[in-house]
């Protein structure tokens, strides 16, 4: 059975940090190219930051220089760094996994207020 299992959400306020992490099991994590996405109430879901399998990474403009992604083989593990937070960057939180499947997290709550 695949899981992918966010944690690190929470309560920041403006100009904080948080790091959010998604454990993957069942799956050969080491072929997938892992992402991050964001959904915020009303709004679509959006891409956030991704990185391959060999370790490349891409971002949107509206985090780049302020998040950064990257991945631990050998837990399974994709993490997010999330600097100097907006409010706008309250959202849910969620990772996907995608090779030769998709997979998607339950995702992680990030409130950015003061």
């Known amino acids: 059975q695949v899981q992918l299992v966010e944690s690190g959400g929470g309560l920041v306020q403006p100009g904080g940090s948080l790091r959010l992490s998604c454990a993957a099991s069942?799956?050969?994590?080491?072929?997938?190219?892992m992402a991050w996405y964001r959904q915020a109430p009303g709004n679509q879901r959006q891409w956030v930051a991704d990185?391959?399998?060999?370790?490349?990474?891409t971002y949107p403009n509206s985090v780049k220089g302020r998040f950064t992604i990257s991945r631990d083989n050998s837990k399974n593990t994709v993490y997010l760094q999330m600097n100097s937070l907006k409010p706008e960057d309250t959202a849910v939180y969620y990772c996907?996994?995608?090779?030769?499947?998709?997979?998607w997290g339950q995702g992680t709550q990030v409130t950015v207020s003061s």
């Open positions: 069942g799956i050969m994590f080491s072929n997938y190219n």
């Open positions: 996907r996994a995608i090779w030769r499947s998709e997979y």
């Open positions: 990185i391959l399998s060999g370790g490349t990474t």
